[in-house]
């Protein structure tokens, strides 16, 4: 049967994003060393893409009956000079890291190796296609070619609402946008979003519960107020079994206050977890389907310019912790370091990856600009690199 499913509500949202926030595309990076053998890369990504429709899919329809379809043309190899980027910024980016992806006529993927002083590898993806956990496991399985194995597949068309339907009957309110940024009040109207990557070396115990306990005493600095986290849940492990590149990713809340401590903060995260608050869905998500994309383009662009003009957000930032992702090698490659760009949101104050490879965490320190300009992010990334603690 060929591969077809409803476009889900978070991937809508992400479609509309796509012309506020572009390019809207996940980027998963490998640094490494060696040479390319790029006919080897070219026949991983072709069986990978193969075995996993959700690659090589496309958007048909309109509006309410659109459906992602995997019908797209296969994911491409490209192969650019990334010798002018040191990649731990988004200053000098390679433009083809930044260029859009069509969901429409595809492909909506796409592998880059990057030749430089460092070789990177650079999986990217299209946001209203995978989310980060869905991205990483078509890079697993292009690694598993390029090393002798058989990739083992994905076709389940499961939608992130069908999942959190299964096990949480209970909606939730939508927030009031009274939570405070981390870097102080949005300046001027740029409209672009800013990256930098810190690379720490050891081990850190509990490294998310520390940066949300950090950045809120940084918000504090500026303004009193109340700062909630946004944390990212995982929610294929609610599906025995399940294997998917979609996006089966829905969010809990953590509200930090002054006495809230980095424990505290993962139990409850944890407790949430355990009572099925990651399955909560707005009610107003379930009418998204019923909204054409450009009117949810005009409400997203509406609803950002509303709170960086009145300093009050629906969450003080997102964390997201990938753990400890997986430093593949073949192809002539070997890897060093894992990690990942987000895809740029402006419709949040600042978006917080950690990853570990190899005894290193990684942290990227995603933010618009309007909020991180004039040396901010880097103040900001300062205070809270010299307020880690590493386990002893």
């Keep these: 049967m060929a591969y077809s499913r409803e476009l889900g509500a978070t991937e809508r949202i992400y479609l509309a994003l796509k012309g506020v926030c572009p390019p809207m595309i996940n980027h998963l990076c490998w640094d490494g060393t060696g040479e390319f053998d790029v006919p080897k890369w070219k026949e991983a990504v072709r069986r990978a893409s193969e075995a996993n429709p959700g690659s090589r899919a496309v958007i048909k329809g309109f509006n309410m009956f659109s459906r992602i379809v995997g019908t797209g043309p296969l994911p491409e190899v490209v192969e650019i000079d990334g010798s002018g980027w040191d990649g731990m910024s988004s200053e000098n980016i390679p433009s083809a890291l930044t260029k859009p992806l069509n969901p429409h006529r595809g492909p909506i993927a796409e592998l880059v190796l990057v030749h430089g002083e460092t070789l990177r590898v650079v999986v990217r993806t ?62 001027g109207d740029d409209e672009g979003v800013m990256w930098i990557r810190r690379i720490y070396p050891g ?109 009050g957000y629906t969450v003080s930032g997102m964390i997201t912790n990938m753990g400890r992702m997986p430093v593949f090698s073949g192809g002539g490659f070997t890897g060093t370091q894992a990690w990942g760009i987000p895809s740029p949101q402006r419709n949040m104050p600042i978006f917080v990856g950690i990853a570990y490879t190899n005894e290193y965490l990684n942290m990227i320190f995603s933010i618009p600009t309007v909020l991180g300009d004039q040396g901010r992010l880097e103040k900001l990334i300062d205070n809270v690199g010299s307020g880690l603690a590493a386990s002893s």
């Design 126 to 187: 299209h946001h209203s296609f995978m989310d980060g956990r869905g991205s990483l496991w078509w890079a697993e399985e292009i690694f598993r070619v390029l090393n002798g194995q058989e990739p083992i597949g994905s076709d389940s068309t499961v939608t992130e609402h069908q999942l959190c339907d299964s096990f949480q009957k209970e909606g939730r309110p939508l927030a009031e946008p009274v939570y405070i940024p981390p870097t102080g009040p949005a300046r």
């Design 203 to 311: 081990r850190y115990r509990n490294p998310m519960g520390q940066v949300a306990v950090l950045l809120a005493k940084e918000a504090w600095k500026h303004k009193e107020g109340k700062v909630r986290i946004a944390i990212p849940v995982d929610l294929r492990a609610r599906q025995e079994g399940l294997r998917s590149t979609g996006n089966l990713t829905n969010l809990i809340y953590i509200d930090v206050n002054p006495d809230t401590t980095p424990d505290d903060f993962s139990q409850d995260v944890a407790r949430q977890i355990k009572e099925g608050r990651d399955g909560m869905i707005y009610s107003g998500d379930r009418m998204i389907k019923y909204i054409p994309v450009w009117i949810l383009r005009r409400i997203s662009r509406n609803n950002i310019n509303a709170r960086h003009a009145t300093g």
